[in-house]
């Protein structure tokens, strides 16, 4: 089989765009967190720039396992970016320039104290932070604990983050710019937190120092990305001509907005295409409580009543007229104002792009993790409800169903994919559906423990598990 490469490109198709004749990168930007969220978006964001300022090629750094970086390094970095939308498209993204993995410390190391990378960022999901449930850091994680005893190579994105900040203090260099791009309430301002809090366990001026001259700015990321399942891949080799190891998919749509924080990031951000504001969190809550609560809502549910992607849960007329009237009269009415941003028509915009049949975004996919996600996507809108004196019967019904979800999975012995799937599976085994809701919200997964001091929210949730 004949893979993308520098070498086959010239022999694409005609209608596929590439990045021939690009001059050769260099890397300005480190990312921890190759996935394909961060292939088909952030990279094919800062691709748009590279051919007139080759500066800001991005080293890919996996942190756990090396497949992704060596399938982009057998391509020489290249790999096929596919639309999928009523008007779809091919583009091969060529925004790469290293490729490192759990054993390429030395390298990662080294291009975290070089002045010429001004930007890290970060997809590392929700949970690679290691926060604890109020969003700082958790100095009990397994992963900090081994960082902090300094006994070899970090595990986590913070003990990385913080070994090349310290090398840049130390040699008298002006520090990155750290970027997370995970939804993640508030995620520049947490993550900036937990860089000092780590620090500060063993350097106190590094502390100050990082608390005072690093910059980490909030961000909202949003494109619809379904995994590259062999389906996917098959139909590209076919449309290519030859086979692609690295091809993403996404719908057309795709957002990124950026705190303004009046520095120089180092690239041209607004260049690529990115939303700079003053205000990334009214975007956030209006992505995280509308798009993001009736995706996983949709999700779950939609399991439930036998759907296996979001394009198809929203074919089933009664989950559909749920999510538009979850999201209208309990989600919309506490995001607040978002300038520059029309809700209704937002709200519109996503139940359409959720329609979009060329999209096969799997819900067993947006069900992972579901204990990082719950708390930001439907509890912040949940508890804003309390909060007014209402009581939210659609929210409640959709947090019923990441219960029951996890009751049924657990109960049948499927595999749970949550960092809390043991405990889980042990609640799950020694209550019936309702006492597992209360069993969940007294440890603090997914649900929180101060719901159990609402009592007309807990017999609501635990009247909505029983149906």
């Known amino acids: 089989m004949t893979f993308l490469s520098r070498a086959t490109l010239s022999g694409l198709p005609a209608t596929v765009e590439t990045p021939a004749g690009r001059p050769a990168l260099k890397t300005g930007i480190v990312h921890f967190g190759p996935g394909a969220f961060h292939r088909a978006h952030q990279a094919a964001h ?9 500066r800001w090629g991005i080293a890919a750094v996996s942190l756990r396992t090396r497949g992704t970086v060596d ?22 993204i060529g925004a790469h320039s290293a490729f490192l993995g759990p054993e390429d410390a030395a390298q990662t190391a080294a291009l975290l104290a070089d002045p010429a990378v001004r930007l890290v960022t970060s997809t590392v999901t929700e949970k690679g932070y290691c926060l604890a449930p109020d969003g700082t850091l958790d100095l009990s994680h397994s992963d900090i604990v081994h960082d902090l005893a300094g006994a070899g190579t970090p ?3 913070v003990g990385w983050i913080v070994l090349g900040l310290a090398a840049r203090r130390a040699a008298g260099a002006a520090p990155f710019t750290v970027m997370p791009c995970d939804n993640l309430a508030d995620n520049g301002r947490k993550l900036h937190a937990a860089l000092v809090a780590y620090a500060g366990q063993s350097d106190e001026e590094l502390a ?18 379904p995994a590259s399942d062999a389906g996917f891949l098959s139909e590209l080799t076919a449309q290519l001509g030859l086979a692609d190891a690295a091809a993403v998919q996404r719908e057309a749509f795709a957002q990124w907005v950026v705190e303004d924080l009046g520095i120089d990031f180092g690239p041209d951000l607004k260049a690529a295409g990115v939303i700079l504001t003053s ?30 992607s979001v394009a198809e849960a929203m074919q089933d007329a009664a989950l559909a007229r749920f999510a538009d009237a979850m999201v209208r009269n309990e989600i919309q009415p506490f995001v607040g ?8 028509q937002y709200r519109a915009d996503v139940l359409q792009r959720f329609r979009n049949p060329a999209i096969v975004h799997r819900l067993e996919q947006i069900a992972i993790d579901g204990s990082q996600k719950i708390p930001y996507r439907l509890g912040d809108s949940l508890a804003a409800n309390r909060a007014a ?10 947090t019923a169903g990441w219960v029951v979800f996890l ?38 997964i997914g649900l929180s423990r101060a719901m159990l001091a609402d009592a007309a929210l807990m017999a609501a949730l635990e009247q909505a598990v029983q149906a």
């Not at 596919?82 to 779809?88: E, G, L, S």
């Open 46 to 54: 800062i691709d748009r720039l590279l051919t007139d300022d080759p």
């Open 71 to 92: 399938a982009l390094a057998a391509q020489d970095g290249l790999y096929t970016l596919a639309i999928r939308d009523a008007q779809p498209s091919l583009r091969v």
């Open 155 to 157: 595990r986590s994105v």
């Open 208 to 225: 100050a120092w990082i608390e005072t001259q690093v910059a980490v700015p909030c961000t909202m990321v949003d494109s619809i990305t």
């Open 279 to 308: 205000d990334v969190a009214a975007w956030e809550r209006a992505k995280l409580r509308i798009l993001n609560g009736a995706h996983s809502s949709i999700a779950y549910l939609g399991l439930l009543r036998g759907a296996a």
């Open 337 to 344: 104002t978002v300038p520059g941003l029309d809700l209704d």
């Open 389 to 398: 004196g209402v009581l939210p019967r659609h929210i409640v019904t959709a």
């Open 407 to 444: 009751h049924e999975r657990a109960r049948t012995g499927t595999p749970i994919a949550d960092p809390h799937a043991a405990v889980i599976a042990e609640r799950a085994a020694d209550n019936d559906a309702p006492a597992f809701a209360r069993a969940l919200a007294e440890r603090d």
